[in-house]
């Protein structure tokens, strides 16, 4: 929001702040301003009369202007199409000093523009250095004396930029507001009977700036119920002493009202004094004491608060919680696992895939997308989209495909159905591989043996979906694990085995084995951090993309087939990725390459010579049948 700083001085007549320090006070205890523009007009630009308008004899868009500042006349050439025969506009004779496209002064001297003279210039808004505006002449009012000086109408002046908040959009949204709250910060009163100078509206009408305001604008708004407000809170939040004189005087500057019970007290806020305090009709963002609270503690000043020192030399205790989170964080990164995170909201269309639907879900009343309204009741419909993205990446040679995700999440239950009232969160971990049931039992059983958990009760079911395992440990809920069935596989279009699992962290760290939880303190964390990071710079030269699929035999195993594939492509090959898997009387298996060379940019030809060494290499030491 644009304010005037000459505006706000009428508006707060006593006001001696220069537009810097001003800006400044407003930072510190309200609005975060900065100094958009200042701008000097020059006290030689004047008010004249178009007497006439010819046509420049050289230039179809130019024209030749007659005008008048009722004493003497001056022929000047102007382009601007705004004008017209008896309008009153400023006039900038040669020696005037104006301002060009970089907001930089310059001096005028008499010019010839296309074989005729002009002394002098109309002038724009941006000319005076009011705004950016180039699109047409000044037009003064009517009834602006010939020959006058425009400083007498447009003053020079400095235009804040002030960023106020949404919540006092009500009330400091204006010109009139902000000098209400200029006035409250140093002490000042406010003169509204400015409000109607025409002066100002003019100065408001071609500079962009804030509305000036109206002085009935609050007995407008709605009536505030009074607040119980004790006058010794703010000093116990800031951690500082206000005296209760201050605090009075600070929410009266303020416009706020404080019930006359409250002035009959010992006048000094003594213990267990509490005030009736009301805020302005117009202060909509004021509901409670906490509101009232922070009035006092920022206009008290925010800078007056000194730092707390704290001691960090004690160890950093960790809960168990946090330490057993980062463990199991670990292991599933070490096991090749990549973490995601998705929305706490569940997309219905996967959230249909694994019928979870069927389950009392937690709705919002306003969701950020229509298919984003319930939270997530489970995290594996967020894990398949997860599945599927990665694979419509690496579709669209792009990186990053994941045989293999986990978050760490909540999910969000209705107060279990109904019979507990309430919301109910649980944290859950929970991932999605590429892989079979024996992929799914070592993940598992690396879960158990990190936790020191012993062996697991199963029990057996199936969904539309797959095969699940419903897991207990000491008779209590421990987990999920489900097997894909090939209809949703079908629906996230993969062609190999996919397994998830939920597993309630909850569970985990109830019963996780007895370890004594590291601690550190802030200097040793410091110290670990002295090790400095390895980057890797960006590659100068492009990367060129092929895909190969071939059949090979089942005992063939992947880890040799990728191997045999940087063992040939070792000098330009800097990437290996399998995207597809399936079985049949043989293993079938596509993967994405990509080639890129440090010190060149390769040519189709080289890198169709070393995909053809690749493919007669896997042809040589595995039989594969390239497709």
């Known amino acids: 929001m644009k304010i005037s700083y000459s505006i706000l001085k009428q508006l707060v007549p006593d006001l001696t702040l220069s537009p810097k320090d001003l800006a400044e006070l ?34 179809d868009r130019l024209r030749m202007a007659t005008v008048t500042d009722g004493t003497n006349e001056y022929r000047v050439v102007c382009g601007a199409p705004n004008i017209e025969v008896g309008q009153i506009v400023p006039y900038a004779p040669p020696g005037a000093r104006v301002y060009d496209e970089h907001k930089e002064l310059f001096t005028l001297k008499e010019a010839v523009i296309r074989g005729e003279k002009s002394p002098g210039m109309l002038n724009s808004i941006r000319e005076l250095g009011v705004s950016d505006d180039h699109g047409g002449i000044v037009i003064l009012p009517e009834d602006t004396v010939l020959g006058s000086s425009v400083v007498e109408m447009i003053p020079s002046d400095a235009i804040l930029d002030i960023s106020v908040l949404p919540d006092r959009a009500k009330d400091a949204n204006t010109h009139l507001g902000i000098a209400r709250e200029v006035a409250a910060l140093i002490a000042l009163r406010v003169d509204e009977s400015n409000v109607a100078n025409s002066q100002i509206l003019f100065l408001q009408h071609i ?20 607040i119980v407000f004790d006058p010794q809170k703010p000093s116990r939040v800031a951690g500082i002493e206000i005296s209760s004189e201050k605090v009075r005087d600070i929410i009266e500057r303020l416009r706020f009202v404080v019930s006359p019970p409250a002035r009959g007290g010992a006048g000094g806020g003594g213990s267990g004094e ?9 202060r909509l ?37 946090v330490y057993w989170s980062a463990r199991i964080r670990n292991l599933l990164a070490e096991s090749g696992f990549t973490e995601t995170y998705s929305y706490s909201f569940e997309d219905e269309r996967f959230a249909k895939w694994v019928n979870s639907e ?15 309204k319930k939270l997530r009741y489970s995290m594996l419909p967020g894990l398949i989209g997860a599945m599927v ?20 999440g909540r999910v969000y239950h209705v107060g279990e159905g109904g019979v507990v009232p309430g919301i109910i969160e649980r944290p859950v971990v929970a991932g999605i591989a590429v892989g079979d049931e024996s992929t799914l039992q070592e993940i598992i059983t690396r879960i158990r043996e990190l936790f020191g958990i012993e062996s697991l009760t199963v029990t057996e079911g199936t969904k539309p979906f797959g095969t699940v395992n419903f897991l207990k440990y000491a008779d209590e809920f421990f987990g999920i694990t489900y097997n894909v069935s090939d209809d949703l596989l079908k629906k996230m279009k993969y062609n190999v085995p996919v397994v998830a699992f939920e597993i309630s962290l909850n569970a985990l760290v109830k019963h996780a084995k007895d370890v004594e939880i590291p601690v550190k303190s802030l200097e040793d964390i410091r110290k670990e951090k002295l090790i400095p990071a390895q980057f890797q710079e960006l590659p100068k030269y492009p990367s060129v993309f092929r895909d190969i699929s071939l059949l090979i035999e089942s005992r063939v195993g992947i880890d040799a087939v990728e191997s045999e594939i940087w063992r040939v492509g070792k000098n330009i090959v800097v990437d290996v990725e399998l995207f597809d898997e399936y079985q049949h009387d043989k293993k079938g298996l596509a993967f994405h390459i990509e080639y890129r060379n440090s010190e060149k940019t390769l040519t189709d030809s080289e890198v169709d010579e070393v995909h053809k060494k690749i493919e007669h290499a896997l042809k040589k030491e595995f039989g594969a049948i390239v497709r």
Do not use: C
Not at 207 to 226: L, N
Not at 288 to 299: L, Q, Y
């Open 26 to 59: 407003l930072t510190m205890h309200s609005f975060e301003t900065v100094i958009e523009r200042e701008y000097v007009i020059d006290p030689s630009i004047m008010a004249v009369k178009i007497l006439k308008l010819d046509p420049h004899p050289n230039a």
């Open 207 to 226: 500079a962009g700036i804030a509305s000036i305001g109206s002085v009935d604008q609050s007995s407008s708004a709605h009536e505030h119920r009074a």
């Open 274 to 282: 509490v005030w009736q305090v009301t805020a302005p009709p117009d």
């Open 285 to 321: 963002d004021i509901t409670g004491e906490h509101d009232v609270v922070d009035e006092v503690v920022r206009f008290h000043g925010l800078d007056s608060i000194p730092p707390a020192a704290q001691d960090f030399s004690n160890p950093l205790l960790v809960p168990p919680a």
């Open 358 to 372: 069927i389950h009392p879900h937690v709705e919002l009343q306003n969701p950020i997308a229509p298919n984003l």
């Open 389 to 408: 993205k990665s694979r419509d990446d690496i579709l669209r040679n792009k990186k990053g495909q994941s045989r293999a995700m986990f978050e760490i």
